[in-house]
Structure formats: structure tokens, C-alpha cells
């Protein structure tokens, strides 16, 4: 993969992707391939997320068009292509080298969605239960289209983790016993076998 995949970029005729695809895949690309817990059998929690970063906005993508050899990418030129945008924008196509280079030891892990979406997990704080929804959305970014978010809407608060302010959002209940539970449901869904990508219409992605 010497040349940029184009596929995975913005295109004019794409659009958000508004429906939930239950029956789809999300990769994550991981530092590692050394990603499973000899003991537990489960992926690392270090695998899921850095226990240094937060959980609340956490990137995957959607498997099918993005394939396994594109979470060798890794930005270099980040100011310009690591954003959120528009899904129809036209980004320039990135150069091996000068945007980006190639990382073939990076490991990486699949979730179903169906696993994933709606389901809730409890925390406690001060000795009170609280409740998260897990969600699953479509965030389109200037390298990668496929770009997905998973986050976390607080019951409580009525609003989406990755939503709060700083200060709120790095307390002690939400970096630690939030990210414990969330980072739990990551791990017991995740498998790392290459799954049969279920195609789906272009018409949720194309206007």
C-alpha cells in the first residue's frame, strides 16, 4: 500500500451515515499485535484504550471498505487531516511520508455492533448506582470517511460523556469508574478473528 487508499476519503457523493448497521463490524487499530491477555483471554485493557486517555470518544471504524491493511496508517501530517468533517468535503490525497507513513506491527480488534449499541453500563459514585448507554455514531474524519465514535450518554446528566466540560469529565468517578465499566464492555465483545464483512447499500452512505 505505497499510495494513499482514496477510498477511505470524503467523497462529494457521501453523506452521513445516519442508520445503525447492527449487522457491521467496527476495527480498531491497537499500538501492538500483542493484544490478548494470556491469562484472562480477553483483549488488553491497554488494548481498548490507554488507561491515560479517556474512554469517552473512542475511535474505531467501520469494517468493509476500511480493511485491515489501512490501520497500518499512521498520521503524520495530523494538523491538517486528524479532524472531524463534512462527509461530501474533497481533501487533498495524502503522501506517503509527508502525511503519513506505514506501521505494520499495529494490532487491531473487531466488535459487532449489535453488541455494543444500547447497551448499559453501571458505575458507582460516593456509594450511588449510575447508568451510560453505549452508542454507536458515524464522525467522518478528513483521512477516513469510516471513521466511528463510540460514546456514552449519561443518564443522570442527560448528556453524552464526551459532552462535558473538562474539569467534570476528568473527575475522579468519571476517568476512573466510568472507564473501568465501559472499557469491561469493549473487552468482553472484542474478538480479533477477521470477520465476513456483511455489504450493505450504498444508499446509506451515498446521496
Not at 467501520?62 to 499512521?74: A, P
Not at 458507582?124 to 463510540?150: D, L, Q
Not at 466510568?178 to 469493549?186: A, D, P, Q, T, V
Request: hydrophobic letters at 40%; charged letters at 25%.
Amino acid at each position: 500500500m505505497l499510495l494513499f487508499p482514496i477510498e477511505i476519503l470524503p467523497q462529494p457523493s457521501y453523506k452521513i451515515i445516519e442508520e445503525v448497521l447492527l449487522e457491521n463490524q467496527l476495527i480498531r487499530t491497537t499500538k501492538s499485535k500483542e493484544i490478548i491477555d494470556e491469562v484472562t483471554g480477553f483483549i488488553k485493557d491497554k488494548a481498548v484504550c490507554d488507561p491515560s486517555l479517556n474512554m469517552f470518544d473512542l475511535s474505531t471504524s467501520l469494517f468493509g471498505v476500511f480493511k485491515v491493511e489501512h490501520s497500518h496508517i499512521v498520521l503524520i501530517n495530523k494538523e491538517y487531516y486528524n479532524h472531524y468533517c463534512d462527509p461530501n468535503i474533497e481533501v487533498e490525497t495524502p503522501i506517503i511520508n509527508q502525511d503519513y507513513i506505514l506501521d505494520k506491527e499495529k494490532g487491531f480488534f473487531f466488535l459487532n455492533i449489535k453488541d455494543i449499541e444500547g447497551q448499559v453500563v453501571k458505575y458507582e459514585f460516593e456509594g450511588k448506582p449510575f447508568e451510560a448507554v453505549c452508542r454507536v455514531f458515524h464522525t467522518p474524519m478528513k483521512w477516513n470517511y469510516w471513521h466511528f465514535s463510540i460514546r456514552w450518554f449519561l443518564l443522570k446528566e442527560s448528556k453524552y460523556w464526551h459532552e462535558l466540560e473538562d474539569n467534570d469529565r476528568k473527575k475522579n468517578w468519571s476517568k476512573n469508574k466510568l472507564s473501568h465499566s465501559s472499557r469491561n464492555l469493549m473487552k468482553l465483545n472484542a474478538f480479533i478473528s477477521t470477520p465476513i464483512t456483511f455489504i450493505f447499500s450504498e444508499k446509506f452512505y451515498k446521496h
